[in-house]
């Protein structure tokens, strides 16, 4: 495994954001690697930049400085081999079912048309435990339910990564939880690769294999940790990350 090349090549990475009178630097030097198969966490506070790495790797924004690379080709633009799913219950579109919702990206996208679009969908559909609900609109759904068919919609596209930000964040603690557990189930069953987005640290130990940590504004690398099912060095893990954390917002305090 050690020799694999990895999927996702971030190197050197800085973003900024460029208004008339501001310029804000989101991330600096950002460099981590994301091999197939891995559930790769960037775990960070509030503003450190994880939502904008997460858009650059979707193509929505160019680094000033560095470069992303996707199977080796230098990320310019969005593209369906990257798929995105946020937090936010309404990015679904009301006025279609759910099967239309998952089969729409495929048509939209030129992967696959009609019947085939449509058995695809329900294919994934049936993954997130939602086969009953495939001729439902999305206002009837709960909003665990929203995400999970945001969660097939991304999948159906089979991109090489999915990119997921903060997608349970929204959700009440208990649901949360099972999410959790629907997307671990999910991904034993098809190994697909995420990059996912969380400034919750029990979230990033559950959900990750590999996490890295990104200090507050502007996000440069911190560390990067494996992760563990064990729940002893979870714990563990999860005071570790506590400290490094917590000695940056000491830092700031005593800087101020
Ligand atoms: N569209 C934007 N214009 C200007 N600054 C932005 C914009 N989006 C985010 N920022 C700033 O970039 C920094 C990183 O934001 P973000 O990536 O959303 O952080 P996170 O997702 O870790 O909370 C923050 O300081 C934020 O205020
Ligand atoms: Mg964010």
């Given at each position: 495994m050690g020799s694999q090349k990895p999927l996702l090549e971030v190197s050197g990475v800085t973003l900024q954001y460029k208004t008339p009178n501001l310029l804000v630097t989101?991330?600096?030097?950002v460099d981590f690697n994301v091999l197939e198969g891995d559930r790769f966490i960037l775990l960070g506070?509030?503003?450190?930049?994880k939502s904008t790495l997460q858009k650059a790797v979707g193509g929505y924004i160019t680094p000033t400085e560095g470069e992303m690379r996707l199977k080796g080709q230098v990320i310019r633009a969005p593209g369906p081999d990257r798929m995105m799913v946020f937090q936010e219950f309404d990015q679904l579109l009301p006025w279609k079912t759910v099967r239309q919702n998952v089969a729409f990206a495929l048509t939209a996208a030129r992967k696959l048309k009609g019947k085939e679009a449509d058995e695809r969908a329900m294919h994934y559909i049936e993954k997130v435990n939602l086969t009953k609900f495939a001729?439902?609109?999305?206002?009837?759904?709960s909003g665990g339910m929203k995400q999970r068919v945001a969660i097939a919609r991304g999948m159906a596209m089979e991109p090489d990564i999915l990119l997921m930000d903060e997608?349970?964040?929204?959700?009440?603690a208990l649901t949360r939880r099972k999410m959790q557990d629907e997307l671990l189930q999910l991904w034993a069953d098809t190994r697909f690769t995420v990059l996912f987005v969380t400034h919750s640290i029990a979230e990033a130990i559950k959900i990750g294999n590999r996490i890295l940590l990104l200090s507050p504004h502007?996000?440069?690398?911190k560390a990067e940790l494996n992760s563990t099912t064990d729940p002893k060095d979870a714990a563990l893990l999860e005071q570790r990350i506590q400290h490094m954390l917590f000695a940056d917002e000491a830092k700031e305090i005593i800087d101020a």
């Open positions: 989101a991330t600096y030097r506070p509030s503003g450190c930049g001729d439902t609109y999305p206002h009837m759904l997608p349970f964040a929204a959700l009440d502007p996000g440069r690398v």
